[in-house]
């Protein structure tokens, strides 16, 4: 095997080139004074030429000398300054070593780039940190603090500077950090009480592992939805009771006027007996109203197991009796439900479906396979659902008596089964309602 070629000349880097003909010039006086001697020997009989070509040497050593020394000392101080962070100073291109120059100004370019866009993410990852309601932390693989967010200080009621560089038990937190990832715990801490998610993940900071644990305060979240379910359920409840309350408390005021009078007017039995059948009424529909509302609060957990889907829809098809309901079918499905809360939210979805239609209308009921679940469909071509995000709300109803339960009942019961319900538009171009039914498909055996 045949050793590579030496480079050639022309292929030597620029600075070598510049340094190899500079010390050639140096040496160029001395080779000059050699000829000289050898054809003139005369004339170095006197001192004076022998100094000039010492002379010349001597300022062509030094010329060099700085040619090669100065740009190395400039090359230094650009690799100081980029060693201590500074990465604002720039070299001035040219001389020997003007391609590295050229680079090293590229290179303190990018840092400066590269930390102008860490600054700018760490002061949003910090703004970011400051806004949340979560207390973050991060502890080193020694387990002391590293970062904690405002939330974490007003948590424990400490600040950062003393908080930083203490440990887990220091800090209060070994219950909590002994808790696996996703767990929920009801904790004491010097800041607040409460219920609380506990998150943890590994992280590398600096080459080292480290932890970053995230504490949720579900319990407030959980407030703030149950004031406002308290909130609807009020409303609606007080809606419904006065609109009770407010005749019966006319009518029976009417009937005290009628007999106080004397003499008794001659038809006051016809008018008593009205006010009572109206009082009679009202009451009628408060108690149903209050019957709905215990059905759905007292709703049991499902008992689930193997249902046929199309012997079920047909069974509750044919309970329909204002009006014929269409069983377009699909394919032969299983799902894990029960059996008796199935036909219950069916029943109520195919009333809805059979008074928007009504006894001239068409409602139809099909089933099929969508996204790994079985997707039940009652179609009617009424007028379809009013434009309401509370269709779902327990109580909320557009219809006149309507007890608002159906629609609330169905949705209690798909949840309960791990599905969802949906009232839409129905997306064929026709004109109507089309109610939706997930339920888990019974393709292994039921876990419950």
């Known amino acids: 095997m045949t050793e590579p070629a030496p480079p050639r000349r022309s292929q030597m880097p620029r600075f070598e080139r510049q340094v190899l003909w500079g010390s050639a010039l140096c040496a160029l006086p001395a080779a000059a004074s050699c000829g000289l001697v050898a054809c003139w020997p005369q004339l170095f009989a006197k001192p004076l030429w022998a100094i000039v070509p010492l002379a010349l040497t001597a300022w062509l050593v030094r010329w060099q000398f700085r040619r090669v020394v100065y740009p190395i000392y400039s090359l230094g101080s650009l690799l100081e300054s980029l060693r201590q962070g500074d990465y604002s100073l720039r070299g001035v291109k040219g001389g020997m070593l003007g391609d ?112 970053l644990m995230v504490l949720s305060d579900v319990g407030r979240a959980l407030r703030e939805e149950e004031r406002a379910a308290w909130q609807r359920l009020l409303r609606v409840l007080g809606h419904e009771v006065n609109n009770s309350l407010a005749p019966i408390h006319s009518m029976a005021g009417t009937l005290a006027s009628l007999l106080a009078r004397d003499p008794l007017p001659d038809d006051w039995r016809e008018d008593m007996t009205s006010g009572l059948e109206v009082i009679g009424r009202r009451a009628e529909s408060l108690g149903r109203f209050l019957a709905g509302y215990s059905r759905l609060a007292r709703l049991p957990p499902p008992q689930r197991k193997r249902v046929e889907l199309d012997a079920l829809c047909r069974r509750v098809a044919s ?51 969508e996204h790994a679940q079985a997707l039940i469909e009652v179609l009617d071509d009424g007028p379809g659902p009013p434009p309401s995000e509370n269709l779902f709300v327990p109580f909320f109803t557009t219809k006149p008596g309507g007890s608002g339960i159906g629609l609330a009942l169905v949705r209690q019961i798909a949840e309960a089964h791990e599905g969802q319900a949906q009232l839409l538009m129905r997306a064929d171009g026709k004109c109507g309602a089309c109610a939706r039914l997930w339920l888990p498909l019974a393709t292994a055996p039921s876990t419950d």
């Open 319 to 369: 309970m329909e009796t204002s009006l014929t309901v269409v069983v377009t079918g699909g394919a032969a499905l299983h799902v894990w439900a029960d059996a008796d809360q199935l036909e219950q939210a069916l029943i109520n979805l195919l009333r809805n479906a059979a008074e928007a239609a009504g006894q001239d209308g068409e409602v139809s009921i099909a089933w099929r396979v």
């Open 100 to 211: 590295v120059i050229y680079d090293i100004n590229a290179l303190a370019e990018r840092l400066q780039d590269e930390r102008l866009a860490f600054e700018e993410s760490s002061f949003l990852l910090g703004k970011t940190l400051a806004a949340m309601d979560n207390a973050v932390m991060v502890f080193d693989r020694d387990g002391r603090l590293r970062l904690a967010n405002p939330a974490a200080c007003e948590l424990l009621a400490r600040t950062r500077e003393a908080m930083f560089g203490s440990t887990v038990a220091e800090l209060g937190l070994d219950e909590v950090w002994s808790q696996p990832s996703g767990s929920l715990i009801r904790q004491r801490f010097a800041g607040r009480e409460g219920r609380f998610e506990v998150r943890r993940a590994p992280l590398r900071s600096g080459g080292h592992s480290a932890q």
